[in-house]
């Protein structure tokens, strides 16, 4: 794990909040799938990633899990959206807009040679 | 916040871990079955499927690795799975473990031990408000060697008024007084103090007022506190006691308050202090020739005991050119209450903490030895854990892991040792010294000892770890099975520690040997007296009744009549302070040198005393004759003088007929002739220099000391007679008790003997157990590194070597680590022996009779350790030896 992982692990986090927002509870091989199609496909990662994320979102408390059945009728855990976790989203989903905002402002600004 | 939450969490999940890889493993494998039904319905073939779900997982078991990783803390848990590792380890080899617990057991638990004593002694806490801002003073006068004297009631006055670094000083007297309050008269200790006493200390009474500014002037009514033991023993615990009565020498005070049973006197830590009444102090002429006052001050906001010291010493130069007469010499000394109260066991403490230190380092070293060769055997699994992928640093820190383990369970037995050692010592001496209450295994002991194992821990298991975990897996591996002897580094590294241990125990053993010698120079001191059936006791004739000399002389003639009527007494009389018990010196003049300047005026102990006193401690008359009943009010004044003070100010000379006089005594009054010269008398203790001692009887009511004690030669055990004392003076007069009862041999075991003892058998103890340690350390490295060269004698004897050659061949080496090492040991005795010279009296600090023995115990010890398993080595069958794995 490296500096970039952890990038990643951050943009991960919110995705996963703002899947479980949008989906309600879900299994983790769900949110892997509507993270992939959301993203049309173009982010391809290693869906064994996702569970240390999980796990930190649900120690952190912003997410929790039960086990329930799945569509296969097995037991599967399902993850759901805790108050604090929509909290976070809120907060995180403004602070990456103002993020992509400046970022979108300062590469779309002309050099302007004097 | 949640940072933190997550970090319980973690925390939390390290004890219910199967449940959550059983979890884990569900849900992952929930996760592939989905997936791969997934890829079946995009029309994948079934191994496809599976295959192209793996491949996106990543990998189960790295996903379960980081899993696994989030959900833990990995250092943790590499602790803990090394701590279980270490345990089973340990487990497997008990032999090794027990000797290591228990070596290092008596070395953490000497350490605990002697740190209570002195967690006790010199860093106890006071009940005063920062107590560390607080100073004694004292008037000084090196050149006499009176470093730590009392001060005058002038000089106190001076002192409080001119300097700056101090907020405030308070001065106090010791008094005793008899309490009547209805009961039977009882004799209380107190302290005369200055009204400000209790607020420069930020005492306050438990119950009522303390005193009030002017309640120390001349005149002011007279109030009292009393000690809370005294309130709950005398008076019931009465709520009500402020602004009730008692009498103290027949005089009624009134009770202010009641003050907390915390107190202690600033000086000397003591506690037996029943009642504090303020002192009167003359503003008009206070005294500057008589010290008398104890004196405590707080330093000011900013003040430093060294700045306090240096104003101090210029307010002293000033006051010695103003008054040349009374201050010429005297300076003053600042000292803190813990230096002032631990002046006396300083020393030794630190003697005893680092002789205690050592006995730990031997301690290090057996165990470091024993690791070195279980390091041996265990480079193996060292060699397979390399081979595996572990790093040099993770086995060290697996090993050291196992060290804390083992010092751990160490300092547990340590603890227990050392509780019960410290309750043995406090039982033996808290009769003859309170200072021993506070001495106890409490929470700060506890803290020194957990530091103490970590530290230890390091010290005994880096070394060999770092030595042991250094192997190249691919060599070790292929030398399979055979047992290679330890490499020449480890070999050099046993030979350092064992000479260290030799050192160590060299050191320990010359300073025992040091303080048994000045044990057996002390009781072998002549105190000057027969101490043998005497019974001394303290009657304190205070207060207004017996304030005329003519009073006070007819009590003490019926109290010697009575005690002497009885039955068992050969002889009594009255005395100022008993041999022992105490210093009464005072400045006198002789005819020949009338008026020498001040710094040169002779002085000696001053005893009044009655015509039996010679007789009854049986010191012998050298000359002249004794007091008798004829020397009395208006017969010529006569005293008799010791043979010191005849030398030092006679030499020479017929000393009997020649004439003194007190130097306080009025100029042109009449001198004292000198009618008999008596043998020395140690005045201050066994080992102590001979004092020069004036002796006057006491029906001529010489000036203005009076006798407060007296001793009774009796022809049996004395205590059987004391109570019939006690009678005898109670019938003299109800309101007088008698105190102090002792007898003189216990006087002189206290005051020169028991402190001796007790360092002589603390410092024995720990050289013995140096000794101990370390024969069993050298003996087991001996017994060790032979049979490692079990096969090589072998071969040696198998060629024709003579057996004689080969034990030669096996000694050689340890003769010369052990060699090295007590010659070291006796250099650095050498250095260290001069620390504690002030403990020793009549033995050099380099007394060549201790050096020399110890040098050949330690040598043939050393030899024996090295002898018997060289010995066996050459015993065996050279067919056996070549076999010998």
């Known amino acids: ?114 | 916040m949640n940072r933190l939450r997550g970090l319980l969490a973690r925390l939390g999940n390290l004890f219910h871990k199967e449940q959550l890889d059983h979890d884990l493993d569900n849900e992952l494998a929930n996760h592939l079955e989905l997936h791969i039904a997934d890829n079946l319905r995009a029309g994948m073939t079934s191994e496809q499927a599976r295959y192209a779900a793996m491949l996106k997982l990543g990998g189960i078991e790295q996903t379960k690795e980081s899993v696994r990783d989030q959900r833990g803390i990995p250092m943790l848990e590499t602790f803990l799975q090394d701590l279980r590792f270490g345990l089973r380890m340990l487990r497997k080899s008990p032999a090794f473990t027990a000797i290591a617990i228990l070596t290092l057991a008596v070395g953490i638990g000497a350490n605990t031990a002697i740190f209570s004593f002195v967690s006790g002694a010199l860093l106890r806490s006071l009940p005063y408000r920062d107590a560390n801002r607080l100073m004694i003073l004292w008037s000084s006068e090196p050149e006499r060697g009176w470093k730590k004297n009392i001060v005058s009631a002038a000089d106190f006055a001076d002192w409080r008024a001119q300097s700056k670094s101090f907020e405030d000083m308070a001065g106090y007297i010791d008094s005793a007084a008899n309490l009547s309050n209805g009961h039977e008269a009882m004799a209380v200790n107190g302290l005369e103090v200055t009204s400000n006493f209790f607020s420069v200390l930020g005492l306050t009474p438990e119950l009522g007022q303390s005193f009030r500014m002017g309640d120390d002037r001349p005149g002011a009514p007279k109030v009292a506190l009393i000690s809370h033991a005294l309130w709950v023993q005398r008076f019931a615990s009465d709520p009500a006691i402020a602004g009730k009565i008692i009498q103290l020498n027949q005089q009624s005070y009134t009770i202010l308050g009641v003050m907390p049973a915390s107190f202690v006197v600033p000086t000397d830590g003591e506690s037996d202090v029943q009642f504090w009444t303020p002192f009167e102090l003359d503003p008009v002429a206070p005294v500057r020739d008589m010290h008398a006052i104890f004196v405590v001050g707080r330093l000011a906001a900013g003040a430093t005991q060294t700045r306090a010291q240096q104003e101090m010493t210029l307010i002293a130069q000033r006051l010695q050119q103003q008054y040349r007469k009374s201050n010429a010499g005297w300076t003053v000394a600042v000292e803190t209450l813990n230096q002032s109260m631990s002046g006396n066991v300083r020393p030794v403490l630190l003697i005893l903490m680092g002789a205690v230190g050592c006995v730990l380092l031997i301690a290090c070293v057996n165990v470091a030895n024993l690791q070195l060769s279980r390091g041996v055997s265990r480079r193996r699994e060292f060699a397979i854990r390399g081979a595996l992928g572990a790093d040099r640093k993770r086995v060290v820190r697996q090993l050291l892991t196992e060290s804390i383990l083992l010092s751990f369970s160490a300092a547990a037995l340590g603890i227990l040792l050392a509780q019960w050692s410290v309750e043995l010592v406090r039982k033996i001496y808290l009769a003859t010294d309170p200072g021993f209450a506070a001495v106890r295994v409490d929470a700060r002991v506890l803290l020194f000892t957990l530091a103490l194992s970590v530290i230890t821990a390091f010290l005994f298991g880096l070394a060999p770890a770092w030595m042991t975990s250094g192997v190249n897996p691919q060599q070790t591996l292929k030398e399979s099975g055979r047992s290679s002897g330890a490499s020449a580094k480890t070999h050099s590294l046993r030979g350092v520690l064992v000479a260290g241990e030799c050192a160590l125990a060299v050191v320990l053993l010359v300073g025992a040997g040091l303080l048994i010698r000045t044990f057996d120079a002390v009781t072998r001191v002549d105190p000057g007296f027969d101490p043998h059936n005497v019974l001394s006791f303290h009657v304190s004739l205070a207060g207004p009744r017996y304030e005329a000399p003519a009073d006070r002389a007819v009590f003490y003639d019926r109290m010697v009549e009575k005690i002497k009527s009885l039955p068992g007494v050969e002889a009594a009389s009255i005395v100022t302070v008993p041999p022992f018990l105490g210093y009464n010196g005072w400045g006198f003049i002789t005819e020949e040198n009338p008026a020498p300047p001040p710094e040169e005026e002779p002085d000696a102990s001053y005893q009044v005393i009655g015509p039996e006193y010679f007789q009854t401690l049986r010191i012998p008359l050298l000359q002249g004759r004794t007091f008798t009943l004829a020397d009395r009010q208006g017969s010529a004044l006569v005293a008799i003088i010791n043979k010191t003070l005849a030398q030092k100010y006679w030499p020479g000379e017929d000393v009997l007929g020649k004439h003194l006089r007190m130097s306080t005594a009025e100029p042109n009054s009449a001198w004292m002739t000198v009618v008999g010269i008596v043998g020395d008398v140690r005045r201050l203790g066994l080992a102590e220099e001979l004092s020069p001692e004036l002796y006057v009887p006491y029906r001529q009511y010489p000036w203005m000391n009076l006798p407060r004690s007296a001793v009774v030669r009796t022809y049996a055990n004395p205590l059987l007679v004391a109570n019939a004392i006690r009678r005898s003076v109670s019938e003299i007069d109800p309101n007088e008790a008698i105190d102090s009862v002792t007898t003189m041999e216990r006087v002189i075991h206290l005051h020169s003997l028991n402190d001796r003892s007790f360092n002589m058998v603390l410092l024995g103890t720990l050289a013995g157990l140096a000794l101990l340690l370390s024969v069993v350390g050298i003996y087991s490295v001996m017994s060790y590194s032979v049979s490692q060269r079990t096969q090589e004698i072998g071969v040696r004897l198998a060629l024709g070597a003579r057996r004689k050659d080969v034990l030669w061949l096996v000694l050689r080496i340890g003769a010369k680590t052990a060699i090295i090492g007590v010659a070291i040991g006796l250099f650095a005795s050498l250095l260290l022996s001069r620390l504690m010279s002030s403990l020793l009296f009549k033995v050099s600090a380099a007394d060549p009779a201790t050096f020399i023995s110890v040098g050949i115990l330690l040598s043939a010890v050393v030899f024996l350790a090295n002898y018997i398993p060289a010995r066996r080595a050459t015993q065996v069958d050279p067919m056996v030896a070549l076999r010998y794995e």
């Open chain 1, 1 to 114: 794990m490296g500096d970039k992982n952890d990038v990643w692990q951050g943009t991960l986090a919110l995705m996963v909040l703002k899947t479980l927002q949008t989906l309600g509870a879900l299994h983790g091989y769900g949110i892997a799938r509507r993270i992939e199609q959301t993203s049309g496909d173009l982010l391809s990662v290693n869906y064994g990633t996702l569970y240390p994320a999980l796990l930190k979102l649900e120690q952190e408390g912003y997410i929790a899990s039960e086990w329930g059945v799945s569509d296969n009728n097995r037991k599967a855990k399902f993850y759901k959206l805790t108050r604090a976790g929509r909290k976070q989203l809120e907060r995180e989903a403004r602070e990456w807009e103002q993020t992509t905002a400046i970022l979108a402002r300062f590469l779309s600004s002309k050099e302007q040679p004097s």
